[in-house]
């Protein structure tokens, strides 16, 4: 028997979902103008016929009794209609009744056009939602065209997490380059503090050739903090969350010394690593570059 799923490739997925049935619910993804994000350009959005989906889940049900989890892909599978949304959840508790969770991708805008679903969705099994904020700065915000502001995004992580939806925020080092470090890893960490989600994870940003970030990069207009510079940010942002509860991973690929907390007990023992990685400059700290797996 072939594997009757079908993916307009490439397929992403967040890496605590790397053993779950993907379903590509969309394509691509329905903002796609961020300037460091090249994973979805050579894609027109648009939703899946909702009953091409429905077979697919029917379909593959026989070969997934080991799944337990299940993503919806692709970038912002919460953009489709709440009724399409609705009718692929229930198709998952219907023909895969032994799957748990159900996770998906969502941008702030997504999230609040939605919000008076959430809690819907939540009941058909929707389980958790994976946001990139990307950064808590405003300005920073701005100039990569996120087209979202802090107050919006707050706003976002609010509805999910008030849903009973579980909430994962990811954020960047490294987004506002050398020039705007410093503020950007501060108001970062304090946006951490304030949106209190479930689980928060910093990856470093990793320039893509053909974005927007990556031909300012190569033009010399942006500047890249080096691997100090994207441990010294993650410094910065520890030391503005004072307060935060849960935990808060940066052992991402991309991160140079990959840090697995949980907060706040182990803000200090990492506040005091990384400030010896930052004084000592000691390679054998950090991961290799050949090794990091990008
Ligand atoms: S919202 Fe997410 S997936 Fe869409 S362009 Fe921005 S970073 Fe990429």
Known sequence: MSWPLSYAEPVFRPPSEAGSLILQLTVGCSWNRCTYCGMYRMKQFRVRPVEEVVAEVRAVAPLSSRAR???LGDGDALAAPPEVLEEVLQAVRDYLPWITRVGIY?????IRRRAR???????????????????GDDETLRSVLKGATVASQ??????????????????????????????????????????????AAALVVTP????????????????????????????????S??????????????????????????????????????????????????????
């Open 208 to 239: 893509v050739p053909g974005t927007e970030l990556g031909d300012a990069i190569a033009a010399g207009r942006f500047e890249e903090v080096d691997r100090w510079g994207s441990l010294q940010e993650l410094a910065w942002m520890l030391e």
């Open 117 to 135: 679903e959430l809690p819907r969705l939540r009941e058909l099994g929707l389980g958790i939602v994976y946001f990139g904020a990307e950064s």
């Open 241 to 294: 969350m004072e307060g935060y509860r849960g935990p808060f991973h940066a052992n991402h690929a991309s991160n140079w010394l990959p840090l697995k907390l949980r907060l706040p007990r182990d803000r200090e023992p990492a506040l005091d690593l990384l400030r010896e990685a930052l004084a000592s400059r000691n390679q054998d700290l950090l991961v290799p570059a050949f090794s990091r797996g990008l």
């Open 106 to 110: 969502a941008d702030s805008r997504a």
């Open 154 to 199: 707050l706003e976002a992580c609010r509805l999910v997490l008030e849903s009973g939806l579980k909430l994962s925020v990811m954020v960047l080092l490294g987004l506002a380059g050398v020039e705007g470090s410093r503020r950007h890893a501060m108001a970062t960490g304090r946006f951490l503090v304030e949106a209190a989600p479930t689980y």
């Open 69 to 71: 989890r299940v993503f």
